[in-house]
T-cell receptor, first 112, second 111 residues
Framework: DQQVKQNSPSLSVQEGRISILNCDYT??????FLWYKKYPAEGPTFLIS?????DKNEDGRFTVFLNKSAKHLSLHIVPSQPGDSAVYFC???????????FGKGTTLSVSS | NAGVTQTPKFQVLKTGQSMTLQCAQD?????MYWYRQDPGMGLRLIYY???????DKGEVPNGYNVSRLNKREFSLRLESAAPSQTSVYFC??????????FGPGTRLTVT
């Protein structure tokens, strides 16, 4: 049973607009979440993270929001750029703190 | 500083053959991981090693073995490859359990 869900396999956005990628989780004990970005033929790279003691974390054009009551997080990219086109994975740190549980990913396409 | 390196980049095996995927990191990280990525399935953890000398099963360990040779190296072995093991394999390392650093991947095809 999937513990981290990314229900949108793909998202298309125009350059300059906002991209919003969504992620849901089932285990209320998860307390640390991360977003990774992956280009074709490369390994995933860490993008941004958030602890459950916060509801927002910002790093340049990237902001992650966490809604603990809804067990939902989202990644906002503003403004979107063509170089942001990639697969984005949401991940949660497991309860033991020993490993990450990944969602299936969302492919973002930003057109110019 | 190369980060996480993986060899080989590509491999084709016949069913029943064995092979070892190599991974090394030069960041002095304690923890290392092996994942597989399949279309529509995301990244699934095969095995991990929290520290030198320890290994633990992840979500999909069947058909695989691992060795944490030293702090730098963590290898993944397929003893008898099956077509279901066709995948892209990623190694990762971290100083803590989050913000993992990934290698470039090994694309394995089993015919």
């Amino acid at each position: 049973d999937q513990q981290v869900k990314q229900n949108s396999p793909s998202l298309s956005v125009q350059e300059g607009r906002i991209s919003i990628l969504n992620c849901d989780y089932t285990n209320s004990m998860f307390d640390y979440f991360l977003w990774y970005k992956k280009y074709p033929a490369e390994g995933p790279t860490f993008l941004i993270s958030i602890s459950s003691i916060k509801d927002k974390n910002e790093d340049g054009r990237f902001t992650v929001f966490l809604n603990k009551s809804a067990k939902h997080l989202s990644l906002h990219i503003v403004p979107s750029q063509p170089g942001d086109s990639a697969v984005y994975f949401c991940a949660a740190l497991n309860q033991a703190g020993t490993a990450l549980i990944f969602g299936k990913g969302t492919t973002l396409s930003v057109s110019s | 500083n190369a980060g996480v390196t993986q060899t080989p980049k590509f491999q084709v095996l016949k069913t029943g053959q064995s092979m070892t995927l190599q991974c090394a990191q030069d960041m002095n990280h304690n923890s290392m991981y092996w994942y597989r990525q399949d279309p529509g399935m995301g990244l699934r953890l095969i095995y991990y090693s929290a520290s030198e000398g320890t290994t633990d099963k992840g979500e999909v360990p069947n058909g695989y073995n691992v060795s944490r040779l030293n702090k730098r190296e963590f290898s993944l072995r397929l003893e008898s490859a099956a077509p279901s093991q066709t995948s892209v394999y990623f190694c990762a390392s971290t100083a803590v359990s989050y913000e993992q650093y990934f290698g470039p991947g090994t694309r394995l095809t089993v015919t």
